[in-house]
């Protein structure tokens, strides 16, 4: 399987995916990352915070952008070399989270993709940030 090539993007493009931050996705989560801060585990707990509820955790969100761009732009064979983050708002238990990453910057000499990443929640910006890829030339 093999995604799209250096000579295949255009500054502008964009791709973009939504996936639901539910209960199940959370605590897969936190097994999977270790992860196990009540905040996102434990209603009693997230009730006495700031929150005043369970959020799903941050890097949950970025995992969305990591799939935009490991499956769909560039996709398959394109290598993360480095990812800002800043977290603006919660995600709450099942929200959906919409996912949409557009190419910034195109160094055709080194290789690599320069893309805006954003995570919203009804329209909101909950993520932001910017990651540099490295993009298969063809040939």
Do not use: W
């Not at 539910?22 to 700031?50: C, K, M, W």
């Not at 369970?54 to 935009?68: D, K, P, Q, T, W």
């Not at 800043?86 to 055709?108: L, N, Q, W, Y």
Request: net charge negative; glycine share 10%.
């Amino acid at each position: 399987m093999q995604g799209l090539f250096l000579e295949d993007l255009t500054v502008g493009q964009s791709a973009e995916m939504t996936r639901t931050a539910d209960e199940r996705t959370i605590q897969l989560f936190a097994e999977v990352s270790g992860d196990n801060n009540p905040l996102h585990l434990d209603e009693d707990y997230a009730q006495t915070t700031q929150f005043k509820g369970r959020i799903a955790h941050g890097m949950l969100s970025a995992a969305y952008i990591s799939a935009v761009i490991g499956t769909q732009l560039p996709g398959p064979g394109s290598v993360y070399m480095g990812q800002s983050l800043s977290f603006r708002r919660p995600v709450r238990v099942g929200d959906e989270v919409h996912t949409v990453c557009t190419i910034k910057d195109i160094d055709a000499e080194k290789g690599r993709v320069t893309i805006d990443t954003v995570c919203s929640v009804n329209g909101k910006a909950v993520l932001t940030g910017e990651a540099l890829i490295m993009a298969p030339k063809r040939g």
